[in-house]
């Protein structure tokens, strides 16, 4: 069975603070792994993606994301947020390309000034 | 440029009615996919399709229809069996199943409302 399960629905930080939100799975398979952002009235994007290479992946607009396996976590970080950062983030797991595509429930990210 | 364009962006459905999303691609991709996003639910698949002609049910198929004629085309109905059709609805493709490049590009959504 695969699963994923956001730890945080919201999440608040000071603008120049790393972010941390957190993500963990579960596969039957080796799985692929994603961080997709949704910006209010847009569209998703892909921040980053694992597919069994290096475990720390990295990706646009300075977030990076480390794969553990022995944890089953592959949590989203920033060193330092930005006002624009402010978004909600997704965490997906797929196994076998997408025929099985699992999306977390989401976190909301806020960037106070 | 190349994408995923979703019309409408904003759908009102009536008791009883029939309603179809439209999603296009001239991304030259194999696989479609519809997705229903709910508030604290995350993204749930309705249907996906790995070629033309051929589609599968997702996690939450009952209630939908989609079809495949064309590689760039995958629309999706909302029947009248759908008892809680308002949600955002996204489609999105990818190259196909089983490449390096997993990458799964999204459309921009369309919002249906039931009256």
Same mark, same amino acid.
């Given at each position: 069975?695969?699963?994923?399960?956001? #730890?945080?629905?919201?999440?608040?930080?000071?603008?120049?603070? %790393?972010?941390?939100?957190?993500?963990?799975?579960? +596969? +039957?398979?080796?799985?692929? #792994?994603?961080?997709?952002?949704?910006?209010?009235?847009?569209?998703?994007?892909?921040?980053?993606?694992?597919?069994?290479?290096?475990?720390?992946?990295?990706?646009?607009?300075?977030?990076?994301?480390?794969?553990?396996? +022995?944890?089953?976590?592959?949590?989203?970080?920033?060193?330092?947020?930005?006002?624009?950062?402010?978004?909600?983030?997704?965490?997906?797991? +797929?196994?076998?390309?997408?025929?099985?595509?699992?999306?977390?429930?989401?976190?909301? #990210?806020?960037?106070? %000034? | 440029?190349?994408?995923?364009?979703?019309?409408?962006?904003?759908?009102?459905?009536?008791?009883?009615?029939?309603?179809?999303? /439209?999603?296009?691609?001239?991304?030259?991709?194999?696989?479609?996919?519809?997705?229903?996003?709910?508030?604290?639910?995350?993204?749930?698949?309705?249907?996906?399709?790995?070629?033309?002609?051929?589609?599968?049910?997702?996690?939450?198929?009952?209630?939908? /229809?989609?079809?495949?004629?064309?590689?760039?085309?995958?629309?999706?109905?909302?029947?009248?069996?759908?008892?809680?059709?308002?949600?955002?609805?996204?489609?999105?493709?990818?190259?196909?199943?089983?490449?390096?490049?997993?990458?799964?590009?999204?459309?921009?959504?369309?919002?249906?409302?039931?009256?």
């Amino acid at each position: 069975a695969q699963s994923v399960t956001q #730890l945080d629905s919201h999440v608040s930080v000071s603008e120049g603070t %790393p972010v941390l939100l957190r993500c963990n799975y579960s +596969s +039957s398979y080796s799985p692929s #792994l994603f961080w997709y952002v949704q910006h209010p009235n847009k569209g998703l994007q892909l921040l980053l993606k694992y597919t069994s290479a290096a475990t720390l992946v990295k990706g646009i607009n300075g977030f990076e994301a480390e794969f553990k396996k +022995s944890e089953t976590s592959f949590h989203l970080t920033k060193p330092s947020a930005h006002m624009s950062d402010a978004a909600e983030y997704f965490c997906v797991v +797929s196994e076998r390309g997408y025929q099985k595509v699992t999306f977390g429930t989401g976190t909301k #990210l806020q960037v106070i %000034p | 440029d190349g994408g995923i364009t979703q019309s409408p962006k904003y759908l009102f459905r009536k008791e009883g009615q029939n309603v179809t999303l /439209s999603c296009e691609q001239n991304l030259n991709h194999d696989a479609m996919y519809w997705y229903r996003q709910d508030p604290g639910q995350g993204l749930r698949l309705i249907y996906y399709s790995q070629i033309v002609n051929d589609f599968q049910k997702g996690d939450i198929a009952e209630g939908y /229809s989609v079809s495949r004629e064309k590689k760039e085309s995958f629309p999706l109905t909302v029947t009248s069996a759908q008892k809680n059709p308002t949600a955002f609805y996204l489609c999105a493709s990818s190259i196909g199943p089983g490449t390096t490049n997993e990458k799964l590009f999204f459309g921009s959504g369309t919002q249906l409302s039931v009256l």
